[in-house]
């Protein structure tokens, strides 16, 4: 075991490292809610929310008794087993949905795949289209869907049968989608191409296309779910009901999970067709669960709704248009488009206590927990409001 007592330990980790992510400079040791604290001491207002799995924030307390519990009980039980906590989970989640089935998975990247794998069994077809500027993963099918060629190219080739269309195009929608399309995939919100929300009609257009046609309709709803944009899931602001949806970050409420729903036109899956090791274990399905139970039984949804409503015109009426282009999204996702890059307003956001993440190159976007303070929401609008200003 290294004694890392005298060592420093940004440097530890730099040297260990995989060197795939590009770390900011400071090490968060603890969270609480919408806070977080760095190993000096530093206090800050979250607005990553953990890329999106944060939304209960930080130990919150219904999940960290339901893990503790449940790690005091059983922790792995494959899916071959029938497992008790499993099958309330699975029932819970579908009936929160209206779908019939689920398949339980890891992460996002994993449902994404999962999705993928079932499009095609369940159609018998090969092709998927995306839309530009989506963003779905980065593992080989999911990054097949993807649309940023920076994330592509290095792992080229990629699986075949992928095409991307202009998003909240329906015309182009309709030439992409053929009787060799096995699914449309799409985001509700497209958050790291950019916070760009579907446009009223388009998502109906694509359930339409797809029903006409014989192909599925996939949403991706990793992290517009679990109320980020103000209703449950985030395609509930255009009323369709999509084949499939993928799931994960706040479906456990910062423990890895993924998840795949599965409509009526989908049917069950093959026996031993997929699977996943650690796929619904018993840990990540208790903490699920106490998801679900916060999220039913208060009004963090509909607050995120008004909270991000209220805040979006706030920062039109207020932010100098000399500094931005438009601020766009749907409840507590909130895009910011600069008209200079984004890299430095997030240093000098830092600077002064608030973590904030960027969708691309000019595009600030905040995701705060859905349990964020009223006080310690509109403290970080205030600094955001004033560190872009003194930007220009």
């Known amino acids: 075991m290294l004694d890392v007592t005298t060592m420093d330990l940004l440097a530890l980790e730099k040297e260990h490292s995989s060197g795939t992510y590009i770390k900011r400079e400071i090490q968060i040791v603890r969270g609480e809610g919408a806070r977080l604290w760095d190993a000096d001491g530093h206090e800050y207002i979250d607005c990553v929310g953990g890329q999106g799995a944060a939304n209960l924030g930080h ?13 005091a009980t059983l922790m792995s039980c494959p899916e071959f087993f029938h497992n008790p906590v ?20 890891n992460s996002g990247a994993e449902a994404i795949e999962s999705a993928i794998k079932l499009a095609r069994v369940a159609t018998g077809r090969t092709g998927i289209v995306a839309a530009m500027r989506g963003f779905h ?6 990054l097949s869907a993807t649309w940023n060629k920076a994330y592509r190219e290095p792992f080229e080739p990629l699986v ?29 919100v497209q958050g790291e191409g950019g916070v760009h929300p579907a446009e009223p009609g388009y998502l109906k257009a694509a359930e339409r296309l797809c029903h006409e046609r014989g192909a599925l ?45 599965m409509g009526e036109r989908v049917g069950a899956l093959p026996p031993a067709s997929h699977g996943s090791t650690f796929g619904g274990n018993p840990l990540a399905c ?31 009426e207020n932010l100098p ?20 890059k984004v890299a430095p307003v997030l240093r000098a956001l830092q600077a002064r206590g608030v973590l904030a993440l960027p969708a691309g190159l000019t595009v600030l976007r905040l995701l705060p927990p ?11 609008i205030t600094i955001v409001e004033e560190t872009i200003s003194h930007a220009i």
């Open 370 to 380: 859905l349990v964020i303070s009223d006080e310690d929401l509109w403290q970080a």
């Open 321 to 340: 248009a000399e500094a931005i282009r438009e601020v766009r999204g749907r409840g507590l996702l909130i895009g910011i488009e600069l008209k200079d």
């Open 286 to 316: 208790a903490a699920g669960l106490a998801v679900l139970d916060v999220l039913c039984h208060s009004d963090l949804i509909e607050r995120a709704r008004t909270r991000g409503e209220a805040v979006m015109a706030h920062l039109r």
């Open 59 to 71: 130990s919150h307390p219904a999940v960290v008794s339901a893990i503790q519990q449940q790690a």
């Open 137 to 142: 993963g980065r593992t080989m099918g999911a």
């Open 86 to 105: 499993r099958a309330r989970y699975q029932a819970a989640l579908c009936e929160a949905a209206g779908m019939p089935r689920v398949y339980l998975c």
């Open 160 to 188: 075949p049968g992928m095409s991307h269309v202009p998003f909240n195009n329906i015309d182009r929608l309709a030439e992409a989608i053929t009787d060799q399309t096995a699914a449309m995939i799409i985001e509700p």
């Open 217 to 261: 309709l996939i949403l991706d709803e990793i992290q517009t779910g679990f109320g980020r944009t103000g209703y449950f899931f985030g395609h509930e602001y255009d009323d369709v009901q999509p084949d499939l949806i993928a799931l994960a970050k706040s479906i456990g409420g910062g423990v890895p999970m993924g998840a795949v729903l």
